[in-house]
Nanobody
Framework: QVQLVESGGGLVQAGGSLTLSCAVS????????MAWYRQAPGKERESVAFITSGHATNYADSVKGRFTISRDNAKNTVYLQMNSLKPEDTAVYYC????????????????WGQGTQVTVSS
């Protein structure tokens, strides 16, 4: 059974920082692309950051230069370091894992975590 468990969300003031973690079990973590998504109230879920099994990364324009995605294959964990947070970053943040080892993208029907709330106050 594949499980993704996010942690690290919370309330932070604008300009502050948070680091989200996503612990993964049930897949050979090092082989699979990972991603962070977010969903704000009343909005669609959007991609935030992506990392391949080879550690190549990609970011949404709205977070470039502020957020950093990384992975620790020894700990089966992917991270999202968020700096210079803005009120518009407020959302539920979800971790996702590709079903397809070695895929350069997240692909069809990725695995999802349950989400962690990030709230940025102005």
């Amino acid at each position: 059974q594949v499980q993704l468990v996010e942690s690290g969300g919370g309330l932070v003031q604008a300009g502050g920082s948070l680091t989200l973690s996503c612990a993964v079990s049930g897949i050979i973590f090092s082989n699979n692309a990972m991603a962070w998504y977010r969903q704000a109230p009343g909005k669609e879920r959007e991609s935030v950051a992506f990392i391949t099994s080879g550690h190549a990364t990609n970011y949404a324009d709205s977070v470039k230069g502020r957020f950093t995605i990384s992975r620790d294959n020894a700990k089966n964990t992917v991270y999202l370091q968020m700096n210079s947070l803005k009120p518009e970053d407020t959302a539920v943040y979800y971790c996702a894992a590709s079903r397809f080892p070695g895929s350069p993208s997240l692909g069809f029907r990725p695995y999802w975590g349950q989400g962690t709330q990030v709230t940025v106050s102005s």
